[in-house]
């Protein structure tokens, strides 16, 4: 049976349903290396260990070539799935342009990225993720990660959970516009990948 695909008046009215009009009225802070943050207070013990708690003792020692945040794998987390769903973030980007997720409709999932912060502390990073269909953007979502000071080992987002759409008019494939970046607007990573919802896992 041939797919029902919807007109470009009903993208139009989700597009609309979707639409975010609240404005976020935020300043960041002056942007202070991490050398500067533990120089400061420095006479302040109960300070010194705070700072220490948060930051950690030791040096990390990283290439110096490499970015402050890297952003390594975007993984679809879904208890039903047959088989993991991850996105090396570390490769090829434009491959995944070619190849799609397949999500079953209506299952609930949600997005995790992992990425490590290497050499200086980060504010306000954010995870936004534009959806197409068709060439009309349907939805936009923008998740505040954090501030994250720099450490060897990577950390996780995990994004709340939501439910992939369902019906016939849902079915079909969605371009995906995912970037992260701070509050000094810095494109930490920009990538493009596919999500295919079918009406099961191996439709």
């Known amino acids: 049976m041939a797919e029902h695909e ?41 300070l010194r260990k705070y700072k220490e708690a948060l930051l950690g003792s030791a040096a990390v020692a990283i290439d110096p070539k490499a970015p402050n945040v890297q952003v390594t794998r975007l993984t679809l987390v879904c208890e039903s799935a047959p ?37 200086e502390i980060v504010s306000g990073l954010k995870y936004v993720q534009q959806t197409f269909r068709k060439g009309v953007k349907l939805d936009k979502s923008d998740y505040m990660v954090g501030s994250y000071g720099p450490r ?23 371009n995906i516009k995912s970037k992260f970046t701070d509050d000094d607007k810095h494109d930490h990573l920009s990538w493009e990948w596919n999500l295919n919802i079918k009406k099961d896992w191996k439709d």
Do not use: C, H, M, W
Not at 154 to 162: G, H
């Open 83 to 119: 088989a993991p769903l991850t996105l090396d973030l570390q490769g090829d980007l434009e491959s995944f342009k070619k190849q799609s997720f397949v999500l079953k409709e209506g299952v609930e999932y949600r997005i995790k990225i992992s990425f490590k912060v290497n050499k």
């Open 6 to 46: 919807p007109t470009p008046e009903q993208l139009a009215a989700i597009a609309a349903e979707n639409e975010d009009s609240e404005a976020v009225n935020y300043k960041p802070p002056a942007q202070k290396t991490l050398q500067e943050i533990q120089e400061l207070d420095k006479d302040d013990e109960s």
């Open 152 to 174: 060897p080992n990577e950390y996780e987002f995990l994004t709340p959970l939501e439910e992939a759409p369902k019906g016939l008019l849902a079915r079909g494939t969605y």
